[in-house]
């Protein structure tokens, strides 16, 4: 389940992402003076990560909100162990980066 709003809104991202991605290929294709380049390939990671934060947005807001208000143990530990497996993910992530 997406709320409307983050839906709309990833979507445009995915959008710009896939933009951005085909004017790398271009400088690429044109053999573009490398930290131009390099430059638009940062811009690509930071349009990702604006993407992850709103997806992420969306999951904190819908599934983890349920799985913790549900009052049911199972429920509850599962959404933690999701939080944290997403922590160590973007640990992992900035880490090698």
């Known amino acids: 389940m997406m709320i409307k709003d983050i839906k709309r809104r ?9 933009g951005q ?6 400088m690429i294709d044109n053999e573009d003076y490398c930290k ?8 690509v990671q930071k349009s990702l990560s604006s993407l992850n934060k709103l997806i992420l947005e969306n999951h904190l807001k819908t599934h983890i909100k349920d799985k913790l208000t549900s009052g049911e143990d199972e429920q509850e530990t599962a959404a933690i162990k ?3 497996d997403l922590y160590e993910l973007s640990n992992i ?3 090698h980066n």
């Open 10 to 18: 990833a979507l445009h991202r995915t959008k710009i992402l896939q």
């Open 21 to 26: 991605l085909k004017g790398i290929e271009k």
């Open 36 to 43: 131009g380049i390099i430059i638009q390939s940062l811009a």
């Open 82 to 84: 999701e939080l944290l």
């Open 93 to 95: 992530r900035v880490n």
